[in-house]
């Protein structure tokens, strides 16, 4: 079918096929467009995104790419496609010029590592363990080559392609040309499938009879969102794929982050291979690459939310029944950003309650999980190893230097561990600390017993769950640790600990509020406090607040709540014997400062309950290194806290190391 809007001059090809069932509808709409050029566009975000990372290649005349965002694909094995190019990361493949990425598909001999021979080089470009996300819109404006079997191509890769490989891994194909159709561009979707070899969708759009992409440059861009995926030429929207139209047998794996990759490839399967009219060198112009993230899911995921938590937080029990309502409320409100300020941080009474209905809450299955940026407790120093979509498989490997100072003492310590991620979703660690803790000089000199001591602390195991998500996030870690510190110098309380920890999260454009809950039988430390004692006797903790990005920076504030029960046992940091005698505060105590004069004191609930506000700063100057300053007033204890952090994610950096080689 043929149809013209009066005026129009421009006539677009639109088809939308599954490759290997061989279904295609195809329409030949008449459009009217402002242009098909793709004029260069100013760096304004699109309404409704904010940019996040970009490459406006304005690097000196015959310099490599940004190294800090991109790395290579290196090689001749032909890419599963039979496709004749070596791949290089040399100048002549791949080059800055005139504030453009210069792409070379070249003519010549080459000779691989091992002595096999090409008669052609290009150059991959991928954004692989330096960047990706999941969901947004992805864009980049481009002038292709042209020539029997030129083949390049934007597109998107699966972060996890490394573990599960291709088709699991998922691809999106925002552009993709053949020389032999020079005015069509292809968008695709691929993916796993027990029916076929893989799973696809497939749409292009045609230029007017005549006009030919390498003409011009053109705007070539996803807009992604869970379950949508929607493709553009210049601001033509030519196909919406969802996950309703997923092929039979077929699985939607469109749900994680992905990486981008610009290159171009030089014969195979699809384009054949050069024939005497192909002329070299060819050339793919890159003028730019932006990635954008949405603003904000406000307005539909406080109801999706409210929704979930519904079906999902259980009906059994008189309890849970009468609580259930409560939590749903609470937890809604506080995922979609909108409890009262005071409401969430200023009444004791009501975070504690809160704290224990999100406790009842957590003990059912609850959410869908992303990052987590807001506090944990302390766990073995193992390393970030994970990302938006899950921890990063196989070995992890961190250090962590943080600690506090008051007008109590001064507790810092030194984490070493590692560990191993056996999925996305589910990893082990294991770590130590070694603590150096100062006593302050006004009870040095009430009591020259109390002195300033280091050594190593406990050693600790953590089980860790992690399950990606668009919109709420959810992280459980469950911290083993077993006596093995020094109870006279307070780094341990002579008994094995346990804590189950859980992180609720929603981000909002550049805020995210979050929940924090857990139970166990020590209050662990947390990056706003280290306190100068350790307590051994059940308690839940609770903790909300928000977190604001700002690039590099993020600032989070927060208040926390503390609710022992039964007897409580607090063991002193910055007080302890110089003999061996153990000195222990007699009876029952009461006195919530009895850590300044006691090694040991026992009591009731009372003794350990806390609550207080938290404020912190983080700055993260690369990708690997993280850097905190934190904040913390126990209203109780009267104390004001001052923190610091420093996290280096060796892990990280040896798989960075690993991908450059």
């Known amino acids: 079918m043929r149809w013209q809007v009066p005026g129009a001059r421009t006539f677009l090809l639109l088809t939308l096929a599954s490759r290997k069932t061989r279904r295609c509808i195809c329409l030949l709409a008449a459009l009217s467009l402002p242009s098909l050029g793709g004029e260069a566009q100013n760096e304004k975000a699109p309404e ?18 940004d ?15 039979h496709e004749l190019e070596y791949y290089t990361n040399r100048r002549e493949n791949a080059r800055i010029e005139d504030g453009k990425l210069v792409v070379t598909a070249r003519q010549e001999a080459f000779a691989g590592p091992d002595g096999r021979k090409f008669n052609y080089t290009s150059a991959r470009l991928k954004t692989q363990g330096l960047f990706s996300q999941a969901y947004g819109r992805f864009e980049a404006r481009i002038k292709l080559p042209a020539g029997q079997a030129m083949w390049p191509a934007f597109w998107l890769l699966g972060e996890n392609f490394a573990s599960v490989g291709w088709p699991k891994c998922g691809e999106i194909d925002i552009m993709e040309n053949v020389g032999k159709e020079p005015g069509i561009n292809h968008g695709s979707l691929h ?19 005549g006009q030919k992409l390498s003409d011009d440059f053109h705007v070539y861009a996803v807009e992604w969102e869970p379950g949508t995926v929607r493709l553009y030429l210049d601001a033509i929207l030519y196909a919406t794929f969802t996950s309703a139209q997923w092929p039979a047998g077929g699985t939607w794996v469109f749900n994680h982050r992905f990486f981008l990759i610009l290159n171009v490839a030089v014969g195979g399967d699809w384009p054949g291979s050069p024939d005497g009219t192909t002329v070299f060198p060819q050339t793919m112009l890159v003028d730019y690459v932006r990635v954008y993230k949405h603003k904000t899911w406000r307005s539909r995921e406080p109801v999706r939310a409210y929704s979930f938590l519904q079906r999902n937080l259980g009906s059994s029990g008189a309890f849970t029944h009468a609580l259930r309502p409560y939590a749903v409320s609470v937890i809604t409100r506080a995922l979609g950003g909108e409890m009262h300020y005071m409401e969430r941080i200023l009444s004791g009474v009501g975070l504690r309650a809160a704290s224990w209905v999100a406790v009842v809450a957590l003990l059912f299955p609850l959410v869908a999980a992303q990052d987590v940026k807001a506090q944990s407790p302390n766990a073995a120093a193992s390393g970030a190893a994970k990302s938006d979509d899950g921890f990063y498989p196989g070995w992890s490997l961190g250090t962590r230097f943080e600690g506090s100072t008051s007008g109590d003492g001064s507790v810092y310590d030194l984490g070493f561990g590692g560990g191993y991620n056996f999925s996305h979703h589910f ?15 006004a009870i040095k000199a009430k009591d020259p017993q109390a002195v300033s001591g280091s050594g190593l602390g406990n050693v600790g195991a953590d089980l860790k769950w992690f399950f990606p998500g668009p919109t709420v996030s959810y992280v459980s870690t469950i911290h083993l640790g077993a006596p093995t510190g020094d109870v006279k110098k307070g780094f341990s309380t002579g008994h094995a600990t346990w804590n189950w920890a859980n992180h609720v999260e929603h981000g909002w454009g550049n805020f995210t509020p979050f929940i924090d809950v857990g139970v166990g039988n020590t209050v662990q430390d947390t990056k706003y406090f280290h306190r100068p004692f350790m307590t051994f006797g059940y308690n839940a903790q609770f903790e909300a607040g928000t977190e604001m990005d700002a690039g590099p920076f993020s600032v989070s504030g927060s208040a926390y709540d503390v609710a022992p029960w039964g007897t409580q046992t607090v063991v002193s940091r910055v007080f302890r014997c110089s003999g061996s005698v153990k000195c222990g505060a007699t009876g029952k105590s009461t006195n919530r400062k009895g850590y300044l004069d006691s090694s040991v004191q026992t009591g009731d609930a009372s003794l350990a309950r806390d609550n207080g506000f938290n404020a912190s700063v983080e700055v993260k100057p690369v990708k690997t290194i993280d850097l905190e300053f934190d904040y913390s007033r126990s209203v109780p204890l009267r104390l004001n806290t001052f923190s610091f952090g420093i996290g280096v994610d060796l892990g990280a950096m040896l798989r960075r190391a690993s991908l450059r080689k």
């Open 48 to 65: 409704g995104y904010a940019l996040v990372w970009s490459d406006e290649f304005n690097g000196k005349d015959g310099s490599p790419p």
């Open 191 to 209: 993916g796993p499938s027990s029916a076929n070899a893989t799973s696809d969708l497939t749409a292009t759009i045609a230029l007017p009879a």
């Open 67 to 81: 190294a800090s965002k991109w790395t290579y694909d290196i090689g001749g094995s032909g890419w599963g496609n």
């Open 427 to 441: 990893g082990v660690s294991l770590g130590i600390p070694y603590y150096f803790v100062g006593t302050p000089t």
